[in-house]
């Protein structure tokens, strides 16, 4: 089998070309049909559940959204203060959430392609970086508040 | 010779345990495409595996105290995390599968041995009382000269890090590859721990126990990982 894209070679059971990254499309070995005529038919080419896709990107977004919704309240009152231990398991199901809804969203690219999940994961990815560089500067931040004493601030390695 | 190290105004331990985290992702990428794993799946591991990797290592530590919760990262959290997020990845891509997995645990001994020079020179983590050659004095909140267990554990992460490379890059069979990274790993993590300034002597040290169930772990992900695979492709390992 060889790559749509550029033409390599392709192996057995591979998913992407390993020349130029392309995804390859698995195609049924259909036996090429002959009409009357004696003209080859190409084999059909199965193609790419966009619904699907579309319906995996919904749901990723709504993960995203409806774990937002109920952490930001809780947080922004501080009503689990009071209780550390369900507040660090609200915290954890978060963050599960967060990266499931991440990883749902990366599934429906690569599976589906459609023009939802193309736009949305550079959404995600914006997001991801926004947050690491807020992340960065806080714990700099953090770290500098604590003066010499920055170990003590935030390590545990 | 003995070390002065001189009292710091910013972080050089944030600030390695950062550079640490660009330097171990940035080998996984050169490495994966030395193995021609497509740029997307290097991508998107690597996006998700970052995600895995910084949640697992906060969460992990995460403590309950008088002053409240406290937060901060530890080395084994991220090491789990990173398994965690290729684990992912590679049931989504399926592609040279132990190959990525080569490349992201070749990477942590990498990440380890440079957040352990933030350790050298924040004084975290230090070894115990020693005023022999090559000790090292601080003048922060650890004061005191003690025997420079960061920069050992560092030169020999590196070291470690250097041997997995050529292994991975020689070894066709990356199982092998994975096995012998993590029995030289372990054991350097379990006895590095008796240097260290509150180990009081004995046989296993509490510290050492959270060692050995994060090396169970991670084992066990591993293990749990190829079984996986094995059922979803219908061979034991992707070798060429």
């Known amino acids: 089998m060889f790559c749509n894209s550029c033409g390599s070679p392709i192996g057995d059971g591979q998913k992407f070309c390993a020349n130029c990254g392309a995804p390859v499309v698995q195609t049924h070995v259909a036996q090429p049909q002959v009409n009357v005529n004696n003209t080859v038919a190409p084999a059909p080419v199965k193609p790419r559940n966009k619904k699907k896709g579309n319906i995996l990107c919904l749901i990723s977004m709504a993960v995203i959204l409806v774990s937002t919704a109920i952490i930001v309240p809780l947080s922004v009152t501080r009503v689990l203060d009071d209780y550390p231990v369900v507040g660090i398991t609200v915290a954890m199901v978060y963050v599960a959430a967060i990266i499931a809804a991440y990883v749902i969203m990366v599934v429906s690219l690569v599976k589906y392609r459609s023009v939802l999940s193309k736009i949305m994961i550079v959404i995600y990815i914006v997001a991801l970086v926004i947050f690491f560089i807020a992340a960065v500067i806080f714990v700099m931040g953090a770290v500098m508040d604590c003066g010499n004493d920055f170990v003590n601030c935030l390590h545990n390695f | ?240």
């Open chain 2, 1 to 240: 010779m003995q070390m002065d190290i001189p009292v710091f105004n910013w972080s050089p331990y944030a600030l390695m345990v950062f550079i640490s985290v660009f330097i171990g992702f940035g080998n996984a990428v050169l490495l994966m495409r030395r193995f021609k794993i497509s740029w997307q799946t290097v991508f998107f591991t690597c996006f998700l595996t970052v995600m895995c990797t910084m949640a697992c290592s906060c969460l992990a530590s995460v403590s309950i105290t008088k002053d409240g919760v406290r937060l901060s990262f530890s080395g084994l959290g991220a090491g789990v995390g990173m398994l965690i997020g290729v684990f992912i990845s590679t049931l989504i891509f399926n592609e040279r599968n132990e190959h990525v997995m080569t490349s992201f645990i070749v990477s942590a001994p990498l990440m380890y041995g440079v957040a352990k020079i933030g350790c050298f020179m924040g004084g975290c983590c230090h070894g115990k009382e020693y005023s022999g050659p090559m000790a090292v004095t601080y003048h922060n909140k650890y004061e005191g000269t003690y025997f420079p267990l960061q920069l050992a554990e560092s030169v020999i992460y590196l070291l470690i890090f250097v041997i997995s490379f050529l292994l991975a890059v020689k070894i066709r069979d990356k199982t092998r590859v994975i096995a012998i990274i993590f029995a030289i790993i372990l054991p350097v993590r379990f006895i590095s721990e008796y240097f260290r300034y509150y180990n009081k002597g004995t046989i296993i040290s509490p510290d050492q126990i959270i060692v050995l169930i994060a090396a169970a772990v991670a084992v066990i992900l591993v293990l749990v990982w190829r079984a996986i695979l094995t059922r979803i492709t219908g061979k034991p390992s992707d070798q060429e």
